[in-house]
């Protein structure tokens, strides 16, 4: 039998929503819009369970758990249970923890460590439980548009299989691939948060006990060049690494494990409670710009998660914005498919109060790496800690928080006028 050189025909279909991409955004926004009764189809390139970086949750990340129906899920979960947050001067001086609990006895004040291949996956088996249809191994060809309008996506299966799949709303969760955010050229760089980090993973490193055995640690290295993350993460693995500006990280075109353990050197706390245990994994490194879109959706389309923007991973914020901007996108789409106005004003009405939050989350990040000090900040002022605690558990859309700024910005003035 001669084989035939007929290329199969590209099939045709229709649902409400399709979603682009898995992830942590893809999962909640998809989830959310199949709960209220809408049809969604969503697209995952990748094969899961898949490997990510971005393991430690926040505490307001509860609330949207709970929407999706995950909260039980993760207390069954092996994951470690986190209650606090810590940071380590350059000089090796802890300043007083953050306990989340003592801030808010609600059980939303305990959060998670996970590991993001297992949790990535746990989201999406949760969206297709409440009936999306998730789909993995597709590779998004394109968005359709009609105008300015966008109807639907061109996808392709392994099996070298095309769909259209029409569509009154496309969501791009793409991640940092941004499919809608590159083709429209709309996303900013923050040229104030150029970093790069190298991690990697150790067996048996050194842990806290008690209250403090799950706490996100931040560690300054010598010169306040840079910062290490070191979090614990189930069976008995530690999540380390080095995050400074990348044109500092990476100069020298020098091996990521001769630059690990340079930064090692820079940071004496990091390195004595490596040095009790054994590396277990290999080194990854990332040069990340922070970026956001100019704009978070169009006629037919919106951006969620990574898609829509990406910021410092300082104070562990990305899965919380990747689960509250999935959320309240989603809302938007509901209501829209409910009165049929799928128009970018409808679709992108989210938009302000979320950027609002996320430029308070900002701020903080920023004042770190202009050299704000916890530890003094709260004995000149520990009316404010309650403040910084909410910024710190992700309670960046609540006003009153807003109120920190100006004695944090009184004491650098001070600090700088000291300089001078």
């Known amino acids: 039998m001669v084989a035939s050189n007929t290329i199969a025909p590209i099939s045709t279909s229709t649902t409400d929503v399709v979603v682009i991409g898995g992830g942590p955004a893809g999962a909640t926004t998809s989830t959310l819009i199949s709960q209220a009764g809408f049809?969604?189809?969503?697209?995952?390139?990748?094969?899961?369970?898949?490997?990510?970086?971005?393991?430690?949750?926040?505490?307001?990340?509860?609330?949207?758990?709970?929407?999706?129906?995950?909260?039980?899920?993760?207390?069954?979960s092996h994951f470690v249970q986190k209650c606090s947050v810590q940071f380590v001067s350059q000089h090796g001086r802890l300043s007083e923890p953050f306990y989340?609990?003592?801030?808010?006895?609600?059980?939303?004040?305990?959060?998670?460590?996970?590991?993001?291949?297992?949790?990535?996956?746990?989201?999406?088996?949760?969206?297709?439980?409440?009936g999306v249809e998730a789909q993995e191994g597709v590779r998004v060809r394109e968005v359709l548009f009609d105008g300015d309008r966008a109807i639907g996506v061109h996808v392709q299966y392994e099996d070298g299989r095309q769909e259209k799949v029409l569509a009154k709303v496309v969501v791009d969760a793409s991640g940092q691939t941004a499919m809608i955010g590159n083709k429209f050229n709309i996303l900013e760089k923050d040229?104030?948060?150029?970093?790069?980090?190298?991690?990697t993973y150790f067996k048996g490193a050194y842990r806290d006990v008690g209250r403090d055995a799950g706490a996100t640690i931040v560690?300054?290295?010598?010169?306040?060049?840079?910062?290490?993350?070191?979090?614990?993460?189930?069976?008995?693995?530690?999540?380390?690494?080095?995050?400074?500006?990348f044109d500092k990280l990476f100069e020298g075109n020098r091996d990521h494990e001769v630059i690990f353990n340079e930064e090692l050197d820079n940071c004496p706390?990091?390195?004595?409670?490596?040095?009790?245990?054994?590396?277990?994994?290999?080194?990854?490194?990332?040069?990340?710009?922070?970026?956001r879109a100019r704009t978070p959706a169009g006629d037919g389309w919106v951006l969620v998660g990574d898609a829509y923007g990406f910021l410092d991973p300082l104070y562990s914020s990305g899965v919380l914005l990747a689960l509250r901007g999935g959320s309240v996108a989603a809302d938007a789409i509901i209501e829209g498919l409910q009165i049929g106005d799928t128009s970018k004003a409808q679709l992108g009405k989210w938009a302000v109060d979320f950027n609002t939050g996320m430029d308070r989350m900002r701020r903080l990040v920023m004042e770190y790496y202009n050299g704000f000090s916890f530890g003094k900040f709260v004995a000149k002022h520990p009316e404010y800690k309650g403040h910084l605690t909410d910024l710190l558990i992700g309670n960046l859309f609540n006003d009153q928080v807003?109120?920190?700024?100006?004695?944090?910005?009184?004491?650098?003035a001070a600090m700088a006028a000291s300089v001078v």
């Open 219 to 245: 560690l300054q290295t010598k010169g306040k060049e840079g910062w290490f993350w070191y979090i614990p993460l189930h069976d008995d693995v530690m999540s380390v690494g080095i995050v400074k500006p």
């Open 269 to 291: 706390e990091v390195k004595k409670r490596v040095s009790m245990g054994t590396r277990c994994d290999e080194f990854h490194a990332t040069k990340d710009y922070s970026y």
């Open 39 to 76: 049809k969604v189809r969503l697209f995952e390139r990748a094969h899961f369970p898949r490997f990510h970086i971005g393991e430690s949750l926040i505490p307001e990340t509860y609330w949207v758990l709970k929407r999706l129906g995950m909260l039980d899920k993760m207390k069954d």
């Open 402 to 412: 807003a109120e920190v700024f100006g004695p944090l910005d009184e004491m650098q």
């Open 100 to 130: 989340f609990t003592d801030h808010n006895t609600h059980e939303c004040s305990q959060t998670w460590q996970v590991v993001r291949s297992e949790f990535d996956m746990m989201m999406l088996n949760n969206a297709r439980e409440q």
């Open 191 to 199: 040229n104030d948060l150029k970093k790069g980090a190298v991690w």
